[in-house]
T-cell receptor, first 113, second 111 residues
């Protein structure tokens, strides 16, 4: 069964460093999402992406964040200058045409020290 | 405003019993979805119920939706130890595809 994959599974970085989190959505899906979950808290929407552009973003998704679909398969989330409070699990998700169920990757645990 | 609040926050029951979790939300929705998350792992989609549906079944899962009360419930029948996880409701608004999440119910099934 096709699935969303994410790499790395765990990333440790120092405050102020740039990180890129990678996702490979399910191949025929068209809508892509990033969410984050701070330990023990709710899942929070960050951004949605469709037709090679951001369709929506939350207040969390400030200028430090960017997304890109550099080729036909990868979908990346970049944090330019990480802060301690960026430590969280980051989940990528995708949706197929005409559907509403989101398929989630296993997540990347980002630890900012 | 917060959307998708589950209760209880935590539920501990014996294996074989039924587990019921509730979710309330505030704004109009296109659909409501339930997801499961095992500790420290990814989110697994369980079931989606559309705003014009009142009840839906999938295996041992039964979901109800009451749009007049802006609430939903997830019933897991004949619980198993493997059902131990956190369960989240997420609402899909009319206007877009993003999901708005509740805080989750931590379910523990005691063998």
């Amino acid at each position: 069964e096709p699935e969303v994959t994410q790499t790395p599974s765990h990333q440790v970085t120092q405050m102020g460093q740039e990180v890129i989190l990678r996702c490979v959505p399910i191949s025929n899906h068209l809508y892509f999402y990033w969410y984050r979950q701070i330990l023990g808290q709710k899942v929070e929407f960050l951004v949605s992406f469709y037709n090679n552009e951001i369709s929506e973003k939350s207040e969390i998704f400030d200028d430090q964040f960017s997304v890109e679909r550099p080729d036909g398969s990868n979908f990346t989330l970049k944090i330019r200058s990480t802060k301690l409070e960026d430590s969280a699990m980051y989940f990528c998700a995708s949706i197929g045409t005409g559907r509403r169920e989101q398929y989630f990757g296993p997540g990347t645990r980002l630890t900012v020290t | 405003s917060q959307q998708g609040e589950e209760d209880p926050q935590a539920l501990s029951i014996q294996e074989g019993e039924n587990a019921t979790m509730n979710c309330s939300y505030k704004t109009s929705i296109n659909n409501l979805q339930w997801y499961r998350q095992n500790s420290g792992r990814g989110l697994v989609h369980l079931i989606l119920i559309r705003s014009n549906e009142r009840e839906k079944h999938s295996g041992r899962l039964r979901v109800t939706l009451d749009t007049s009360k802006k609430s939903s419930s997830l019933l897991i029948t004949a619980s198993r130890a493997a059902d131990t996880a956190s369960y989240f409701c997420a609402t899909g608004p009319d206007s877009n595809y993003q999901l708005i999440w509740g805080a989750g119910t931590k379910l523990i099934i005691k063998p």
